[in-house]
């Protein structure tokens, strides 16, 4: 006696379906992102020394107290290179300050600011796609070329002003 045929869905896979296909595409160009700021992350700043400087009185105020933030790097170290900004007293805004300080503590690396600054810049790109409703804003967001280069080549810190904006934001929503 001859089998009776298989049920078409016992034999064939269902294709899957393009919400899943879109959602492995979004982490996979999430992942790409993150690569090339990673790439970006090892090498040195090539167009500012604003890290250095933050990271400099970073460690001085950790050691010596905030007061040193008001005297120019040539007066607290003789010995350091003379940059363009050494004989002018720390001009940024004092929250920068306080977590370049909080930085210098754990870890004054270069590397380490900018991978804290990254850090925060992803936050960011998640609170834009919650904003937003749309995790492809966020990743747009995420792969702004500008953002790649500033934060995580440079190491400027605007991330961290943009996380508080984007914090009241997605806070005002709920």
Same mark, same amino acid.
């Given at each position: 006696?001859?089998?009776?045929?298989?049920?078409?869905?016992?034999?064939?896979?269902?294709?899957?379906?393009?919400?899943? %296909? !879109?959602?492995?595409?979004?982490?996979?160009?999430?992942? @790409?992102? =993150?690569?090339?700021?990673?790439?970006?992350? $090892?090498? +040195?700043?090539?167009?500012?020394?604003?890290?250095?400087?933050?990271?400099?009185?970073?460690?001085?105020?950790?050691?010596?107290?905030?007061?040193?933030?008001?005297?120019?790097?040539?007066?607290?170290?003789?010995?350091?290179?003379?940059?363009?900004?050494?004989?002018?007293?720390?001009?940024?805004?004092?929250?920068?300050?306080?977590?370049?300080?909080?930085? %210098? !503590?754990?870890?004054?690396?270069?590397?380490?600011?900018? @991978?804290? =600054?990254?850090?925060?810049?992803?936050?960011? $790109?998640? +609170?834009?796609?919650?904003?937003?409703?749309?995790?492809?804003?966020?990743?747009?967001?995420?792969?702004?070329?500008?953002?790649?280069?500033?934060?995580?080549?440079?190491?400027?810190?605007?991330?961290?002003?943009?996380?508080?904006?984007?914090?009241?934001?997605?806070?005002?929503?709920?």
């Amino acid at each position: 006696m001859p089998k009776p045929p298989l049920e078409p869905s016992a034999t064939v896979d269902p294709p899957p379906s393009p919400a899943r %296909a !879109g959602a492995v595409l979004f982490w996979i160009v999430c992942a @790409a992102g =993150l690569a090339l700021r990673f790439y970006y992350l $090892a090498r +040195l700043p090539r167009s500012t020394g604003d890290v250095v400087r933050h990271l400099y009185y970073g460690w001085l105020v950790w050691r010596q107290g905030i007061s040193v933030a008001d005297v120019p790097l040539n007066m607290t170290h003789y010995y350091i290179p003379m940059p363009v900004w050494a004989d002018i007293p720390y001009s940024y805004p004092v929250m920068g300050l306080y977590f370049f300080t909080l930085l %210098a !503590g754990i870890w004054p690396t270069i590397f380490m600011a900018k @991978a804290a =600054l990254t850090a925060i810049e992803a936050a960011n $790109a998640w +609170l834009v796609w919650q904003v937003s409703g749309r995790r492809w804003i966020g990743l747009v967001y995420w792969l702004c070329p500008l953002s790649i280069w500033w934060v995580s080549s440079e190491g400027q810190y605007e991330p961290l002003q943009n996380l508080f904006a984007l914090l009241a934001i997605y806070l005002f929503m709920k």
